[in-house]
């Protein structure tokens, strides 16, 4: 430990009760919870590649940035982290992302977080960047990637498009149909034949003012019907979060529209 001997006292406190850390070339004052570095050039610029973690200079001394950041630079700061994890997860767009940090941003700067939970504003802002961007992604597909629940999504996207009067643009079944049809391995035949079948009864009592996601697993069950295709109502109902009973009902109001 000769490192030590170099800095015999803290320069904050003066307390001499001091840890080194070789790692990060530091000194550590145990009193004050100061850090301190050591003047090794050689070090600092592997600190600042390997840990993405800068430093900065002040009144002589070497402080990590994070210490520096104020609360609501460090919530922005996590929240670009947690966007590019999430981003990767959804294979979402870069200009998505971009926008929903934007309104993460907007929505931090407002104070809409105090009080809130951080992680449900952030995952809300993601779900409208997918709504705004026709992305289609559910509550339910983010929260799958999180340790919250749906209900606190759609809570904290309410209070989003209270706040900034935001215009969420509707998915259609048909934006949904190419997506489900390949989790559910159905044929190109079978996907022409839902795409014919949504066709007919676009702009129609059935259709209207429906769960887009309900409209489209029924119209998947009955092209893979006619198709022959192995596909269960439970499949679909699976993989597209819907409830048996909800697809048959829309099957039986489809059923006697195109017949």
Not at 62 to 70: E, G, M, N, Q, V
């Amino acid at each position: 430990m000769e490192a030590i001997a170099k800095v015999e006292c803290c320069p904050e406190c003066n307390g001499k009760s001091l840890f080194y850390s070789e790692s990060n070339a530091e000194y550590n004052c145990n009193s004050c919870g100061l850090v301190i570095e050591d003047s090794m050039p050689e070090y600092t610029e592997f600190i600042k590649q390997s840990s993405g973690i800068q430093t900065k200079p002040v009144d002589g001394r070497i402080f990590k940035s994070a210490w520096l950041l104020t609360t609501k630079e460090k919530n922005l700061r996590n929240a670009g982290i947690t966007l590019d994890s999430i981003s990767m997860k959804l294979n979402l767009p870069s200009y998505a992302k971009e926008q929903a940090y934007q309104l993460y941003e907007e929505a931090v700067k407002r104070d809409l977080c105090i009080g809130r939970d951080n992680e449900s504003m952030l995952y809300a802002c993601i779900y409208n960047a997918c709504l705004q961007n026709n992305i289609p992604k559910t509550a339910l597909e983010i929260a799958i990637h999180t340790d919250l629940k749906v209900k606190h999504i759609l809570n904290a996207h309410k209070i989003l498009n209270r706040k900034f009067s935001l215009i969420a643009k509707i998915i259609e079944p048909a934006q949904l149909l190419p997506k489900y049809a390949s989790a559910l391995s159905l044929s190109q035949k079978c996907m022409t034949r839902a795409e014919e079948i949504l066709e007919k009864i676009k702009n129609t009592p059935v259709c209207s003012g429906k769960n887009p996601r309900s409209v489209a697993a029924a119209v998947l069950y009955i092209a893979a019907i006619e198709c022959e295709e192995p596909v269960t109502q439970r499949d679909i109902a699976n993989q597209m979060q819907v409830t048996e009973v909800t697809i048959r009902r829309r099957y039986k109001e489809i059923i006697k529209k195109i017949n």
